[in-house]
């Protein structure tokens, strides 16, 4: 059994890790609503965009949606999405695990894109890692993430990539966050569910409205996946922070009951000393 020196000074130090992964769940809490704000607002927009942007390119050819291009895939830039920061859980580590999974299972020529550190940390020995940048996560806007959204555009049609893949962790809610692969380009003209036979009047025209709209529809894209991410690093960190310090809690207790027991048995044996002491004496 530990002395009562040492077991005062585990308590002491349990008590100290309480004080700041309770204090880092409630700075998780403040900033996840925040972030669970913007991505709440940004899902209808972006879901209404591409709505749009499906119904008006369904009777486009090909050749005329030049980001709807459909080549040979060979060559595929992997967009990674991850945090600057750990104590969050698996946030990071799915993510990497998910990219992984991804390279392992394809035959194509890749290249890597890593937006935070800990992306960049994982795949920093990987020759196919062509950008690092920390900068964006620090600070998420939508003007930011248009100029890196208009990058990868440029680098498709430039021939560069044939397909750009983003890989993220999508908000669900607080407990939950889903790692996601997203194609983001070439622009897929797909749709999902009953299909819409409204017809409409479009001004000034169709192909017009649309070189405007597909371009907006991939920065919104690219945008809201680090909006996701961002609420999802919140998210973890809020959870893993609340079972760090329950643990903690857990783990004084033990120790406390263990000192108690500790401090009893010391006591009991000098109380044991000093009877035998005096019956020593009186014999």
């Given at each position: 059994m530990a002395n009562l020196k040492e077991l005062r000074n585990r308590i002491t130090s349990i008590g100290n890790t309480m004080k700041?992964?309770?204090?880092?769940?409630?700075?998780?809490?403040a900033k996840l609503k925040?972030?669970?704000?913007?991505?709440?607002?940004m899902r209808p927009y972006a879901s209404k965009l591409t709505e749009i942007l499906q119904k008006a390119s369904s009777t486009l050819d090909s050749g005329e949606?030049?980001?709807?291009?459909?080549?040979?895939?060979?060559?595929?830039?992997?967009?990674?999405?991850?945090?600057?920061?750990?104590?969050?859980?698996?946030?990071?580590?799915?993510?990497?695990k998910q990219a992984k999974v991804?390279?392992?299972?394809?035959?194509?020529?890749?290249?890597?894109?890593?937006?935070?550190?800990k992306a960049g940390d994982a795949f920093k020995d990987d020759?196919?890692?062509?950008?690092?940048?920390i900068e964006l996560w620090d600070n998420i806007n939508l003007d930011a993430a248009?100029?890196?959204?208009?990058?990868?555009?440029?680098a498709y049609l430039s021939g560069e990539y044939d397909k750009v893949v983003l890989v993220y962790n999508s908000f669900r809610n607080a407990a939950v966050q889903e790692p996601t692969?997203?194609?983001?380009?070439?622009?897929?003209?797909?749709?999902?569910?009953?299909?819409?036979?409204?017809?409409?009047?479009?001004?000034?025209?169709?192909?017009?409205?649309?070189?405007?709209?597909?371009?907006?529809?991939?920065?919104?894209?690219?945008?809201?996946?680090?909006l996701d991410a961002n609420a999802?690093?919140?998210?973890a960190r809020m959870t893993a922070m609340h079972k760090a310090t329950d643990n903690a809690n857990a783990l004084r207790g033990e120790l406390k009951l263990e000192y108690n027991k500790a401090r009893q048995a010391a006591i009991t044996n000098e109380i044991l000393e000093i009877v035998g002491g005096a019956d020593a004496l009186a014999g």
């Open positions: 700041i992964t309770s204090a880092m769940k409630m700075v998780s809490a925040k972030a669970q704000d913007a991505v709440v607002q949606n030049a980001y709807g291009e459909s080549r040979e895939s060979n060559r595929t830039c992997l967009v990674v999405i991850t945090s600057n920061r750990g104590l969050c859980g698996a946030f990071n580590s799915s993510i990497v991804y390279i392992a299972e394809t035959s194509e020529e890749l290249s890597i894109v890593a937006i935070g550190k020759s196919r890692l062509v950008d690092r940048n248009s100029l890196y959204a208009e990058k990868l555009m440029k692969v997203e194609q983001m380009l070439p622009v897929s003209m797909e749709t999902e569910g009953p299909v819409d036979t409204t017809e409409y009047l479009y001004e000034p025209s169709k192909t017009e409205i649309l070189e405007d709209l597909i371009p907006t529809s991939l920065k919104t894209q690219f945008f809201a996946s680090l999802s690093e919140h998210g």
